[in-house]
């Protein structure tokens, strides 16, 4: 049976909202080098800003019941269900538009940080607030 802590998956995703915020507000000249969508983009409108809290919610609710399926209660367990999870899906999805839609490699890589960050975080927030 699936138990989830709702406390734990909103600070969850708010934390990994923020983060995101923080982490490519810091990484913005490197990503309007590597994108013209990301060079042409000023500040993110409002409802960019909504729509990227409700996806990160959602990863963290998704993460959340497999942390529960699966029982894991420690930071090590979270670690590496948050380092499969990464490497499953994001990695996978990333290398395919580096190799198939010619995504700059070193954007790709700027992505694949932002979601190894954000899964460790949601991982290890709900894993050890249950």
Known sequence: MIHLNYAAVV?????VFVFAAVYYSLLSRQRAALSAAAAERGRP???LLVLELAKALLVAFVVAGLV????TS???GAL???CALWIAFPVV???GSVTQENV????AAIHAGDWLAKLLIIAVIVSIWR
Not at 11 to 15: D, E, F, N, S, T
Not at 68 to 71: A, D, Q, R, W
Not at 104 to 107: D, F, G, I, M, V
Request: charged share 10%; aromatic share 12%; proline share 8%.
């Open 93 to 95: 999805l990333l290398l």
């Open 68 to 71: 529960s399926l699966l029982g």
């Open 80 to 82: 590496e269900l948050g």
């Open 74 to 76: 420690d930071w090590t």
């Open 45 to 47: 409108p409002a409802w």
């Open 11 to 15: 600070v969850a995703g708010v934390v």
């Open 104 to 107: 700059p490699w070193k954007l």
